[in-house]
Each structure stands twice: as C-alpha cells, then as structure tokens.
C-alpha cells in the first residue's frame, strides 16, 4: 500500500492550504494537527484502533498501521511547524484576490504596494502582536486582498483559519524580507520592547530617511513602490553602518 503526502507548504493545492490553516486554528498540539494532515492527505480512512495498530482502509483495501509507522509518516510534514517558511498563501479571501505573494509588482496588471501601505501593513502587524487584537488582521488582511479593480474593502472579516493564513504570510514577506534587506532588518539591543509609539518612531526615521527631513516630499515618497523604498533604506543603513565603523566616536 503506498501512503503519500505533500511535504512542504508550496506543494499543497489550495483546498489543502485550507485544511491546514483550520487545524492549525483549532488545535493547539502540532501533532495532532499532522496526524490529521496525514490522514486527510494520504486517503486514509480509519476504521478502528485494536491490539493490532490501527485499522484503515484506502480504496476498498484493509491494513494496519502501527503507532511507529504513524510517528514516521507525520515527520514527513514538519514543515508545518514553522510559519514564516510559508511560501504559499490562500489565493483568494472572502471574494477577494491576493496582491503578490511578496509584495512586488504585479506581473499581469503592473500594479505595485506602495511604501505607505507596507508601512501601514507593518503597523497593524506590531499592534496585533502588541495587543492580539484580531481586528489588526482583518485591517492587515484589507491590504493583501483586493477587489478585481485592485481598491480595498472597506471592511474584512475574516475566519480564524484565515487570520493565521494571513499573520502566516505576511510573516513570510517580513522573513524574506530580512534577508533581502540585511542592513535595514539588522535586530538590535531593545527590538523585544516594541510598543505602540516605538513602532510609529521607526515608521517616521524611515520617511525621514527617504525625504532627507525635507516633508514636501513625503507623499511622493509614500506613492514609490515598496520594494524600490525599502532597496534605498537598506542602502543607506548600510552607509551608516560604514560611517560608525570608520568613525566611532562621531
């Protein structure tokens, strides 16, 4: 009898990704919620548990599975056990569409997110983080998912299985992101002690950053796409960096 399952969170279909994200929602042991995976995934259908293991079915076939085999199968699904590897994300949210899975332009409709509404993803991130108020999510959720003409909901409430989807992905772009722009992301002494204000002051040093203090220039700095802003504030941290190195006691 061959048992298969996907193995990592980019071979999963979308109705899969689903199945995930409502376990991942509803049960706490990350063995439970493989153990479902696998079985739900591999075709199985459980019949009974006796002194033999456990006996399933699969295509009108009987056999047994023993605890050991079980334990052996559900490692294959590990992957689950870390969401900021989650380079997948549900396509399509309350009637609503994804923006890039990374935040890029978008390769059919040229469509870009901006650097103020990357900021403002960011913010609503660190407040749900801060607070665990879920309300952040759908507002974090209206950002990642549009209407076909690419405008915002003017409200979203999502499931719970979509909240985690959602902190899951945007917590991916922050993981990619990370590495993308080493300097910028570079964690200091203090980054644990995030608070409402701390998180605004960050947002404010990075479009002073940009504008050079100069604020006629903020809301074209806003309008720039988010990827294009963030490539010159990690370049210039990187000179900053390099300044502090050379002069450290400037």
Known sequence: MELSCPTSWRELTQEQLRYVLFLLATFADPVVVKTYMFIRFAGIYLIEKNRWGWKCSKGGRVFYLKPWQIHSFIGQLQFVDSLETMDNRLEVVQGLKAVNALLQEDADTGRIVSFHEYLCMEQRYQR???????????????????????????????????????????????????????????????????????????????????????????????????????????????????FRRKYPNT
């Not at 409402?196 to 040093?205: A, G, K, Q, R, T």
């Open 128 to 242: 749900f983080l801060m607070n665990r108020d879920e309300d952040q999510i759908d507002i974090l959720a209206s950002f990642l998912y549009r209407r076909a003409d690419g405008s915002r909901p003017a409200e979203l409430t999502l499931t719970a299985a979509e909240r985690v989807g959602v902190l899951a992905w945007f917590g991916h772009i922050k993981y990619v992101m990370s590495y993308a722009f080493p300097n910028l992301f570079r964690k200091s002494k203090g980054d644990d002690d995030t608070s409402d204000l701390s998180v605004i002051e960050s947002i404010n040093v990075q479009l002073r950053a940009l504008t050079d203090g100069d604020v006629t220039k903020e809301a074209a700095v806003k309008a720039v796409d988010c990827w294009r802003a963030l490539t010159e504030l990690d370049a210039k941290a990187k000179q900053a960096e390099e």
